[in-house]
Each structure stands twice: as C-alpha cells, then as structure tokens.
C-alpha cells in the first residue's frame, strides 16, 4: 500500500534551473497539496488542488507552478530556482477539502538549491 | 485569521512515563478539525489523531489521546507509556472549514524519551 508517493528523494539545482516534483496518490482522494518545511519548522502551503482540474494558491505561491495532471497525479515546478528555494517538499493528499479529513503525507523531497 | 501555538520547542520524558504536549488555537469559526502529526528523524509526516470541533468525547488512538477543552480552545496530545520510538518532532494543525480548510501547521515540539 505505497499511499502518497514523491520523486525524487534529494535534488540539487544551480540558481536559475527549473525541475519539476512528481507526486502520485493511490488512494483515490480528491484533494491533493504541496508544502514546504524550512529547518526548525512547520510547514506552509504552497498549492493545493481541491479537486481533479482545480488548482489554487496557498500562502507561499511565489516561484512555483503546479498542475494537476488527473486524480492520481500532482506535480509541482520550479521555473527558475533560487536559494530561498531550499527546503523540503512535501506532497499530502485528502479524501475531500472538509475539516475533518486527515492529510496524508509522502517522504518529502529535499531540494538544495547553491 | 487562524493560528496555531505550540509552546514547548522541546521536552524531555522518561521511558514508560506519560507526556502532554501542548496546543492552542485561534479561530472564530464553530466548524474546524485539528489534528496531530509526528515527524521522526526520518524525515516522514505521521498523522496520529484526529479531533472535530463538534466532537463531544476526547479522541483516542492507541497511546495517543488528545485532551481537547474548546472553551480554552486548547488540544493537547497525551501520549501513555512513552517509547524510545517516541523521540520526534510533533506538530499540531488545523483546518477550518470557512477558511478553505487548508491545514495550518504550528511550529512544532520535540519530544525526546530518556531510558
């Protein structure tokens, strides 16, 4: 049972290159999200996508596109990577957008970026 | 706007002793979900429990119960019988539903099991 599954595990870009974060769901949730988690704390929301074909922004957008490729899939990209980039990525998903629908969350991505 | 305070950045707790880590929250909406997470060195998101707002009992999972008082607006995670598999970060979040229900995290507490 894989659950939420990210690639790749570590990265490090140069200032400027672009990558793309691959996230699939296997537990045919409707909601899917991405987070960023800088040392010492919790994380931020940085897209999220409520439903097949729906995406918004959270609270830290800037530099970042997403696209919610079908149910399964949701990948995150850097158009031009900085250093104030660098943390770890998480992608979660939830059954549905309500309160009291847990998030589940993959192994993370942890992106340097020199 | 809604905002979640975890006040203990780190605490220590013997094996086989009981431990309360602390959460509070702020929100004006009656409609809202908290919950826990736990992120051990290994770098992973562990949802351990989970509490609704019209939720009239403490909820319960395991070794894990969390003590929610709502007047107080606090939900703090009991965790019984402490393990040496316990040492991680904990954080606490909230969704709020007339807020887009996104999931608010707080800054965390490391909890560290003595032998």
């Known amino acids: 049972n894989a659950g939420v599954t990210q690639t790749p595990k570590f990265q490090v870009l140069k200032t400027g290159q672009s990558m793309t974060l691959q996230c699939a769901q296997d537990?045919?949730?409707?909601?899917m999200y991405w987070y960023r988690q800088d040392p010492g704390m919790g994380l931020r929301l940085i897209y999220y996508?409520?439903?097949?074909?729906?995406?918004d922004k959270g609270e830290v957008p800037n530099g970042y596109n997403v696209s919610r490729l079908n149910k399964r899939e949701f990948s995150l990209r850097l158009e031009s990577a900085a250093p104030s980039q660098t943390s770890v990525y998480f992608c979660?998903?939830?059954?549905?957008?309500?309160?009291?629908?847990?998030?589940?969350f993959g192994n993370g991505t942890r992106l340097t970026v020199t | 706007a809604q905002k979640i305070t975890q006040t203990q950045p780190g605490m220590f707790v013997q094996e086989k002793e009981a431990v309360t880590l602390d959460c509070t929250y702020d929100t004006s909406d009656p409609s809202y979900g908290l919950f826990w997470y736990k992120q051990p060195s290994s770098g992973e998101m562990i949802f351990l429990i989970y509490q609704g707002s019209y939720d009239q009992q403490n909820a319960t999972e395991g070794r894990y119960s969390l003590n929610f008082q709502k007047a107080r607006k606090s939900a703090n995670l009991v965790i019984s019988a402490s393990q040496l598999g316990d040492s991680a970060m904990y954080f606490c979040?909230?969704?709020?539903?007339?807020?887009?229900?996104?999931?608010?995290f707080g800054g965390g507490t490391r909890l560290m099991v003595k032998p």
């Open positions: 996508s409520a439903s097949e074909g729906t995406t």
């Open positions: 537990m045919n949730h409707n909601s």
């Open positions: 979660a998903s939830s059954e549905d957008r309500g309160p009291n629908s847990p998030l589940h």
């Open positions: 979040a909230m969704r709020v539903e007339n807020a887009g229900n996104m999931l608010t």
